[in-house]
């Protein structure tokens, strides 16, 4: 079924169940559900990567190729390769115009579309035989991305950088029947309300933030027009794009091993998202560069010795980067990556090759 | 609602519900199935019902329905309370305001907190527990007694992948099998306080679809047979035990992390695991154990204080006769419900609030052949003439009828007993072993309602003993009783 029948299906069930006086907007058979400007529909369930990098996901463990297996003779022959889904968002959909993907581990909007919801055949199974997509089970976007997250997390706490926090979600309130997400960063409860915008390809986040003194908020790669009430209370109007789906975050199978190595390393850089801040040639970006860091001597924020960056700095700095800031960065704004040690001494093998140019 | 909606309601309510209605009768009790909304698919996930005597079904899609049962099953007028859960599978309900459910992803408190009927605060109460993405990850829950709650967290199935980002921990030791814990927590019993602090319980499981803690505060699941499950097995849980499927050891703090759990030999499993209180026969008796439910004292019959098991697999409901015996329990299991109109795919069940109808919620979506729906089982005005029990003694077994003994059962010829194991492993079930034909000479007559069966060479360590009796006017002909220990006087 098309977007377009899927709509005109839609509208007209709710007129039938409308005109017997009814307002029941129950989820039915048809695997593409919509929801409408007035009552969005709100909808977990797994839902497809369409390419976020390891930035996005910092929260999130990786998983590795498995031997495949069979109940009689054990371990055989292939193996099974991950999939590229989310397990824990949240999908919203206001209709044709807008939808989006909240994840409940990272705590932030993922990606948003337009056009249709979701296709949910794949998972939820034909509607005559039940049956669902076994190895590819996840649901289909049904329209194209305006917007996909990349970088660290938008909001960050400025009085709350000695320590990493992981955040934890606490749930949703239906505020206007849109649903208002609810967070906690250390200290801080955050809560946020995603709209759609006034023009074509924007969107509003509503941030309200309480228990902390100071907040930055940044879109990687989006315009993002800020507007405060108070320094806690204020609403962000991003600008979407077209965006097309990628699976360039797709390892190769060869770096699926628990053998730490450079290759991996090197395919981790990318993969993870360290690109998006750390350099390797030198030039300054979000983070510092990976240029010559190793062995280097570093200046870090409230220490007054340079520190030395040994493995175990590196590591440190991978795992727990609040740690240690290097000087004239802002604290707080790399997430720890807990990665599993494998990747970890990859990186760090990578990270040994690069020299200053 | 006005009186032209009403009107229009039930002018056209009847066009709008799909299926059901049927009326199919066993002895003492009645079976009605229950339509939902056109359209709606009634793959039910849990069930309950709240305070004002209204059924609450949580849909594996998305909805919370709620309606209030009418005497005519095709009456039911469903309202929506709360949507857009990921595969609800556990439920209570604390009031007609709120409800909690386990769902894929977490424990949830629903709550409407303005009263107009739907629920508008989806707060999370858990979410300790990883996600590996595979499809098979389900759960249950039953309350703790004191504002808290048990989570049954079943494991993954190689029938499907695990996505590349997982929530929680992965473990490529745990990923191996097949039925396996890829991520945190999987193949685990937890125990989540009223602070909604989280402490593992129990492991071993491989999908123990349904938890109960009974009356007397006792923990039971039952599991699926499959891999390391000859057949269905239902369990007394404790505090720190293993129940038998390994790859769950690998989120154990004991466990040497660098050890495969699936290498580990027979004579070491054997060793660690608790077995089964209960072993239900795959083929005739149970083959997908779900939820558990305590009959009442009254109202639904004699069987008050036993346990119904259901089988998602299969149309029956089995009835489980439990005893103490050396310290531990174990017992007899037989049919309560077998086929007669009863549908596949039973999932959950509940008992109404006057004690008298038990409402079955049935789904197998994604499983094989749909089967989903509610039905319900009305205990009727007819007396039952059945075995009650079936125990141990130390020479045989004894068994209580529910009234004056028959005279149809007082002659040894009425009865065929035969005895047989099972064994389990890595492979998926199991077949029967050592089946041999056990003697019944006599009859002995205890009291009016009971009858001992005497049985030479009683065998221990999980030797089930499977009772047939050929006898017109009982509403159950066959017993098995697993004896994991003997009773020594």
């Not at chain 1, 990628?246 to 690109?275: I, M």
């Not at chain 1, 801040?277 to 983070?287: E, K, V």
């Not at chain 2, 989570?151 to 097949?178: E, M, Q």
């Not at chain 2, 008298?356 to 749909?370: E, P």
């Amino acid at each position: 079924m098309n977007g377009k029948t899927s709509i005109a299906l839609t509208v007209a069930m709710t007129w039938a169940v409308g005109s017997l006086g009814a307002e029941e907007r129950w989820v039915t058979l048809d695997n593409e559900p919509l929801g409408s400007p007035e009552k969005p529909l709100v909808l977990r369930t797994y839902f497809p990567d369409p390419g976020l990098g390891r930035e996005v996901l910092a929260n999130h463990d990786l998983s590795y190729r498995a031997r495949k297996y069979s109940p009689g003779k054990g371990d055989v022959d292939g193996f099974d390769d991950p999939i590229r889904g989310i397990p824990a968002a949240i999908g919203v959909n206001f209709g044709a115009g807008f939808s989006y993907c909240w994840d409940t581990t990272e705590c932030r909007l993922l990606f948003a579309w337009q056009g249709g919801f979701l296709k949910m055949e794949n998972y939820w199974g034909n509607p005559e035989s039940g049956r669902r997509k076994p190895f590819a089970y996840l649901p289909e976007l049904d329209g194209p991305l305006i917007y996909l997250a990349r970088g660290p997390h938008p909001l960050v706490i400025l009085d709350d950088f000695v320590e990493s926090h992981a955040p934890a979600f606490s749930g949703y309130r239906l505020v206007d029947e849109v649903p208002e997400f609810i967070y906690r960063l250390g200290k801080a409860t955050i809560r946020v309300r995603i709209v759609p915008g006034e023009k074509p390809m924007t969107f509003l986040k509503q941030y309200v933030v309480e228990g902390a003194k100071e907040v930055a908020y940044r879109e990687t790669g989006y315009r993002d027009q800020i507007e405060k009430e108070t320094p806690l209370t204020f609403s962000v109007t991003v600008t979407g794009r077209l965006e097309s789906e990628s699976s360039s975050g797709e390892l190769e199978p060869e770096y699926l091993t628990d053998k730490p190595n450079l290759e991996w390393g090197k395919a981790l850089y990318t993969q993870l998202g360290c690109l998006a801040c750390h350099s390797t040639d030198g030039t300054r970006g979000h983070g510092p560069t990976f240029a010559g860091t190793f062995g280097s001597e570093r200046k870090i924020t409230g220490v007054e010795d340079p520190v030395l960056a040994d493995e175990a700095y590196l590591i440190e700095s991978i795992k727990n980067p609040a740690a240690k800031v290097v000087e004239s960065f802002p604290p707080g704004y790399m997430p720890p990556y807990p990665i599993p040690d494998d990747q970890v001494q990859s990186l760090v093998l990578f990270l040994q090759t690069l020299k200053n140019e | 609602m006005n009186t032209v909606s009403t009107l229009l309601v039930c002018v056209f309510g009847l066009a709008l519900l799909s299926g059901g209605g049927e009326i199919r009768a066993e002895d003492g009790y009645r079976l009605e199935t229950i339509p939902f909304p056109k359209g709606v698919p009634p793959e039910v996930g849990a069930i309950g019902f709240n305070p004002s005597g209204e059924l609450v079904v949580a849909l594996r899609r998305s909805d919370v329905l709620i309606a209030r049962p009418t005497e005519d099953p095709n009456q039911f007028e469903w309202r929506l309370f709360a949507s857009g859960l990921h595969n609800a599978c556990g439920m209570h309900v604390v009031s007609d305001q709120e409800v909690i459910i386990s769902q894929m992803p977490e424990l949830t408190r629903l709550v409407d907190t303005n009263g107009d009927g739907s629920a508008d605060w989806y707060e999370t109460l858990n979410a300790s527990w990883g996600m590996s993405g595979n499809y098979h990850e389900t759960n249950h829950l039953t309350p703790d007694g004191e504002g808290g709650y048990f989570l049954a967290i079943g494991t993954a199935s190689h029938n499907g992948p695990v996505f590349y980002n997982v929530r929680g921990t992965y473990s490529k030791t745990g990923r191996r099998g097949r039925n396996y814990s890829a991520a945190s927590w999987k193949g685990w019993v937890l125990h989540v306080d009223a602070d909604g602090v989280m402490t593992p319980f129990c492991k071993g499981f491989r999908m123990h679809n349904g938890i109960l803690r009974d009356r007397n505060g006792n923990l039971w699941a039952g599991d699926n047979q499959g891999d390391w499950r000859a057949t269905t097995p239902f369990y007394h849980l404790k505090k720190n035990q293993f129940y038998g499927h390994p790859s769950s050891l690998v989120w154990d703090p004991e466990w040497d992390s660098s050890r495969d759990p699936l290498k580990v030999s027979l004579q070491e499993w054997s060793a660690m695991r608790t077995p089964a209180a209960v072993l239900l026969p795959h083929d005739i008796m149970n083959r997908s154990a779900s939820e558990p439910i305590q009959i009442p004292e009254s109202g639904f019959g004699p069987y008050g204080g036993q346990i119904l098991l259901p089988d998602n697999n299969g149309k029956r409901i089995s009835r489980l006769m439990l005893e103490e015996v050396d310290g531990q329990f174990q017992g007899a299991c037989t049919h309560f419900w077998n086929e007669n109109g009863l549908n596949l795919g039973n999932n959950r069940v509940v008992f109404s609030p006057d004690r008298g109808t038990l409402y079955v919620g049935q789904t197998s979506r994604g499983w094989g052949a749909l089967a989903e729906g509610v039905q319900r089982i009305i205990r009727t005005k007819e007396s039952v003439t059945d075995i009650l029990t079936m125990s141990l003694t130390p020479n045989g077994f004894r068994l209580r009828f529910t009234g004056p003994v028959p005279d149809s059962v007082r002659d040894p010829g009425t009865y065929r007993m035969k005895s047989y194991r099972y064994e389990d492993g890595p492979s998926y079930g199991g077949e029967k072993l050592d089946t041999i034909k056990v003697a019944i000479p006599k009859v002995l007559r205890v009291d009016d309602f009971t009858v001992d069966l005497p049985v030479e060479g009683l065998k221990d360590g999980g030797h089930i003993y499977e009772l047939s009796v050929d006898a017109e006017g009982l509403r159950s002909n066959v017993f098995c009783y697993t004896i994991n220990r003997l009773r020594k006087e």
